[in-house]
T-cell receptor
Framework: ETGVTQTPRHLVMGMTNKKSLKCEQH?????MYWYKQSAKKPLELMFVYSLEERVENNSVPSRFSPECPNSSHLFLHLHTLQPEDSALYLC???????????FGPGTRLTVL | QKEVEQDPGPLSVPEGAIVSLNCTYSNSAFQYFMWYRQYSRKGPELLMY????GNKEDGRFTAQVDKSSKYISLFIRDSQPSDSATYLCAFNYGGATNKLIFGTGTLLAVQP
């Protein structure tokens, strides 16, 4: 497997469910990111991890909880989401301090 | 004033046409200038990047940056139906968080 992978690709969950999104990068990068992409809006940066340390939390509600156990893996834990959280969630990776980020295919999340 | 402005389109052109996609930005601190291509239901794919004013060419694609006017362009020559996608401009400050600022994307359709 090469590049950045994400699982699951599609997820439907109720507002009371707890689920997790997984991202894995095979590029040897040390920085990983979560983005949210909603229709007709720019990609919104949610979290940044550099060398496994969270360096940015972009005013994201606490119902989204990231976890970065090592430089290759990134999780986004979800609980008590709202319907407006339905979106495409994208993971990306890069070298720290380098502008070029490489994206995974995304998880299409639907909250009922 | 928005930090990044990008015409959302949609832009429809016949096969073989020259396509011009544009973004304006307001922050002179941006150091990296990128174009991503996103096919439907996929993650963004890095197409081209540059960190200086001028032109950069890669096959049928040319990226142009004019820092004095705060304007970037992507030109596609001999456009193909396979170029049909959303094109996102992105900008980066560099630094510890390596935060990318995206445009809203321009939807391009190349008609056979």
């Amino acid at each position: 497997e090469t590049g950045v992978t994400q699982t699951p690709r599609h997820l439907v969950m109720g507002m009371t469910n707890k689920k997790s999104l997984k991202c894995e990068q095979h590029l040897g990068h040390n920085a990983m990111y979560w983005y949210k992409q909603s229709a007709k809006k720019p990609l919104e940066l949610m979290f940044v991890y550099s060398l496994e340390e969270r360096v940015e939390n972009n005013s994201v509600p606490s119902r989204f909880s990231p976890e970065c156990p090592n430089s290759s893996h990134l999780f986004l834990h979800l609980h008590t989401l709202q319907p407006e959280d339905s979106a495409l969630y994208l993971c990306a990776s890069s070298q720290p301090d380098r502008g070029i980020q490489y994206f995974g295919p995304g998880t299409r999340l639907t909250v009922l | 004033q928005k930090e990044v402005e990008q015409d959302p389109g949609p832009l429809s052109v016949p096969e073989g046409a020259i396509v011009s996609l544009n973004c304006t930005y307001s922050n002179s601190a941006f150091q990296y200038f990128m174009w991503y291509r996103q096919y439907s239901r996929k993650g963004p794919e890095l197409l081209m990047y540059t960190y200086s004013s001028g032109n950069k060419e890669d096959g049928r694609f040319t990226a142009q940056v004019d820092k004095s006017s705060k304007y970037i362009s992507l030109f596609i020559r001999d456009s193909q139906p396979s170029d049909s996608a959303t094109y996102l401009c992105a900008f980066n400050y560099g630094g510890a968080t390596n935060k990318l600022i995206f445009g809203t994307g321009t939807l391009l359709a190349v008609q056979p």
